[in-house]
């Protein structure tokens, strides 16, 4: 895969994992909703960045209260018609106050990520 973060392609520091993998110690983890959901409060407790993946169909507003110690949300997009993500984006920008990073997931396409930008994600993984 390719991170572009700015203008440039760039190594993504995360680790993404399933819902079964173990967790690293002291590494930044990007988890499945799910998984969040599940071991919250032990993931609270940890001292390592931390990073959901949140699939189109469950909103922001889910990760209102946990957002302040998010370094990451990455939004999916499971197909290009899908524009679920789009206002995600911009309601964790301007309504939630969100100032980590924001990345677009999943059917991410070259022509859309203008646009992705204007609704407030950074990082784009293609």
Excluded: I
């Amino acid at each position: 895969m390719v991170l572009l973060k700015g203008d440039q392609e760039t190594r993504d520091p995360w680790v993404r994992l399933g819902d079964e993998d173990p967790l690293p110690e002291g590494a930044p983890v990007l988890l499945t909703h799910g998984r969040w959901l599940r071991e919250r409060e032990g993931l609270l407790a940890r001292n390592a960045p931390l990073g959901v993946v949140l699939p189109s169909n469950r909103s922001p507003l889910s990760l209102a209260e946990d957002l302040p110690r998010l370094g990451l949300v990455a939004l999916e997009f499971p197909k290009f018609t899908d524009g679920r993500p789009y206002s995600h984006a911009r309601l964790l920008r301007q309504r939630l106050g969100y100032g980590g990073e924001v990345r677009a997931v999943g059917n991410v396409l070259r022509d859309q990520l203008l646009f992705m930008h204007r609704c407030g994600f950074d990082a784009f993984e293609l």
